[in-house]
Structures are given as C-alpha cells and as structure tokens.
C-alpha cells in the first residue's frame, strides 16, 4: 500500500509541474501579446493592442485565414464523402483480408505524419500538385479519411441490420437505404467526425507545411515563417499571431467536446447473436 501512494504522488507532482509550466508558457505569450515594454520586471511597463492589427496587417492574416477554411472545408466534405461509404463496408461486410485493410487504413493515423509526408510531398511535386492548394488538401486528406472510418465504423456497427433487412424487402436498393434509412441516422457520426477533422486540419503542421506554397498556407504554418522567416519582427506580433491560433484552436476543440462523445470513438466488438 506504501509504494502505491508514493507512486500516486509521483505522479501527481508530474502532473502538477507540467501544467504549472504549460500554464507559464501560455501566460507570458499572452501577456506578451498585449505588453507594450517588458524588461526585466514581473509585468510589462504598459498594456496595448496594436500588436494585434499590426500582426493582421503584417502577416496578411485575412488571406491565411481564408486559405485554412478553405483547406479545412475542402478536406472534411471529401473526407466525409469517401470515408462514410467506405466505413460502411467495413462494418457491414465481411470479406478476405478485412483486418488487414482496417489495418491499413489506420498506419496514417498511428504513424508520425513526418514519416509518410516527405515521400507524400515528393510524389505531389512531381506531378505538381504540391505548392497549391490541391497539394495541401490531398497530403490532409491521407490522415483524414481513415479518421473519417475509424470514428464512422462504431456508428454504422450500433445501427440494427433488421432496419436495412426490411427496408430490402420492401423492395428498397442499396443505395436508397442508405440516403433514406442509415444518413439520417449517422448524422450525429458524420457531425462528430466532421467536427474532428476540421481540427485535426486546422492544426496539421507537418503535411501542410511539406506541400504549402506562398498562397497556400494554413494559419499553423504561416505561424512557423513568422518565427523563422528572415527580417526583424517584434515578439509582440508574433505572440498576438500565437494567440489567434491558440484561441481558434480552442474553440474548436470546446465546439468538438460539446458534441463529440469520446466514448463513442472507441471501437466495440460486435457480440455475437445467440
């Protein structure tokens, strides 16, 4: 009982010094953002604005922020069209090599993005996709459409089969119970996983940096060439620029937990009939 209360406040004291210094990171840039001097003291000498229009004008962030709904739009519709139907089939149908396929279809999303993105990007500045938007979306949609079937399969597995079975004898074909019967039903899925693919875009950096040319870049990235882009910048602009994807972010992660169940993202094992 001895080491198991010492290992409990081990890992609590690990858990309290990460968000204390979590909670620093995130409280000086913030402060930072909105300081007019802050040298060598616990605040800064003044508060102001204007670091935040000055980054908006700066870093052009109407224009990125446009290019991020767009690729994050442009991702979730296609995620969404090809991984329901597909997500569907894997929960419905039984077939030589399923697992495997599964398998497969979840390697983007165990994988580091890293690992497959610069083979990924290489491949689309061949054929010359990559440093325009279509780049940008297709790296995206790698991960994002088995992210579309892994949270879809535990949906689609909880719906009844007798539904679609009477629907068949009532003389309806497949593709009418499924746009008639089984879309209305999955909308709380679709929703969800729509929800977490736009996340998940929004704040890819690996991808989207490795394919984005100068009109295509997505918020994270336009963050990272503020920081290392030639020129004098004041930390101010880039901390306000910082915050604006922080609080983005924030956002639509409060908006996905408002309607996302994480339990619902965990595959069930389908019981067996009796």
Known sequence: ?????????????AVT??????????????VNSFGRRWFDTWLPQGWTTQWYASAWTEFGLLDVLVVTLEVALLVVAISVLVGVPASYVLARRSFP???????????????????????LATVLYKYGFAGHLAGVVLANLVPSIPFVILTMTPFIEQI????????????ARTWQI???ILAPLLVPGILAASILVLVRTVGM????????????????????????AAGIRAQQSVDAMAV???????????????????????????????
Request: glycine share 6%; aromatic share 12%; with cysteine.
């Open 17 to 30: 010094f990460f968000l204390v210094h979590l909670a620093g990171v995130i409280g000086s840039v913030l």
């Open 244 to 274: 604006l994807y922080t609080s983005s972010m924030l956002v639509l992660l409060v908006i996905a937990l408002r309607f996302v169940n994480p339990t619902q993202l965990v595959a069930r094992v389908k019981e067996e009939p009796d």
């Open 178 to 180: 499924f746009v008639r």
């Open 97 to 119: 090599g399923r697992r495997l396929v599964y398998l497969l279809f979840l390697l983007p999303i165990l994988m580091p993005p890293i690992t497959y993105g610069i083979p």
């Open 205 to 228: 950096f690996e991808l989207t940096f490795l394919t984005a040319g100068p009109d295509s870049q997505t918020l994270v990235v336009a963050l990272y060439y503020s920081m290392s």
């Open 1 to 13: 009982m001895r080491p198991r209360t010492v290992g409990a406040w081990l890992v609590w004291g």
């Open 160 to 171: 009844d089969q007798s539904v679609e079975r009477a629907a068949r004898m009532c003389g």
